[in-house]
């Protein structure tokens, strides 16, 4: 249970018709962390953000925000304000206008000098303070961007709900504005919740990630517990890449388990399994991330022989795509290229073998698909 609890779902479904958008859900939130909902189109996060943002109302189940029940509430009675994908500022107003307008309608009505006072403090904060006058036509994608968040923070929300913010701007204004998202999280030390299908941007911004699937939580936690055990092969191929193998089940030796690929290899994990998967025999599925390979061998086991198939050039480091012997499909390696033999470049169709530490074997029980 996540202490101070300031948005709590219990049993929380939505339907549209015959189609469940999200399954019953259980999911609390703690004040003043950054929590992401991650996953692909349709798998139910932006629904999710919705339903607590008051814009959908659950099938059943019930919404708490700050200790009350606002299942019912509409989103002007909720204490959250939501930065929309498309940014949403009105083309006729200027930039202070558009941030003051959420204060000025009747259900707010700030007086116009703390008003003025509100905005002013916000446009600081977001780093426009010399563009109070403009009109949102006359802003790069980025000031856009941060308008709309200054929109959001100037009501002073308990949550602050973010919609896929920083998809619409390009590579770099992404990563500058994911550190501006980072700075505002510190400085107003209320919750965030975002919604992404970008991993990169979840894993380098988020307290926890909601990983989820087909309209249900496949996994909850920190970036590096998402990261280093992920608990199925979906979130281990969602979070990061992973290359996945079908096996079954060796032998025990000590702390190892060991597995048969397909191919007849066998391969070693230090990675703990429930009890009723070591069964011999048992089918399982193993993961081994691409930048956990190595071109030297350190003990001689966990080999793999490949040819390169391509090789992508990402300056110090190179994506290789490989054919292992005897394994039907492409696997795909990260090589950094002062580990790489010879002068640090592969060419296609070069042999190449590859070893893995068993400590970075990942390994999932059949049935753990989701």
Known sequence: MTSNPIV???????????????HATDLTIGEGEFVTLLGPSGCGKTTTLRLIGGFEHAS????????????????????????????????????AENIGYGLSVKSNNVPAGERKRRVGEALEMVGLGGMANRRPGELSGGQ??????????????????????????????????????????????????????????????????VVMNQGRIAQIGTPAQLYD????????????????????????????????????????????????ALSAGRRVTVGIRPERFQTVAFDGANRLDCAVLERLFHGDR????????????????ELSRVAV??????????????????????????????
């Open 8 to 22: 709590a779902l219990s049993g929380v479904m939505k339907s549209y018709g015959a189609f469940t958008a999200l």
């Open 60 to 95: 059943s189940g019930r919404v708490e925000i700050a200790g009350k029940d606002v299942t019912e509430s509409p989103p002007y009675r909720r204490p959250v304000n939501t930065v929309f994908q498309d940014y949403a500022l009105f083309p006729h107003m200027s930039v």
């Open 144 to 209: 856009r961007q941060r308008v709309a968040m200054a929109r959001a923070i100037v009501r002073r929300p308990r949550v602050l709900l973010l919609d896929e913010p920083l998809s619409a701007l390009d590579v770099k204004l992404r990563e500058g504005m994911q550190v501006e998202l980072k700075r505002l999280h510190r400085e107003l030390g209320i919750t965030f919740l975002m919604v992404t299908h970008d991993q990169t941007e979840a894993l380098g911004l988020s307290d926890r990630i």
């Open 229 to 276: 055990n992920p608990a199925t092969p979906y979130v281990a191929d969602f979070i990061g890449a992973t290359n996945l193998f079908e096996a079954t089940v060796e032998d025990r030796e000590g702390e190892f388990t060991i597995f048969r690929l397909a191919n007849g290899h066998l391969i070693r994990s230090r990675r703990p399994l429930p009890d009723a």
């Open 318 to 333: 190179l994506r290789v795509e490989l054919a292992a012997d005897g394994i039907g499909k492409p696997l795909f390696a």
């Open 341 to 370: 033999p010879g002068s640090g470049v592969i060419a296609s169709g070069e042999r190449l073998a590859l070893h893995v530490d068993p400590i970075d074997v990942l390994a999932f029980a059949d049935g753990d698909r989701r």
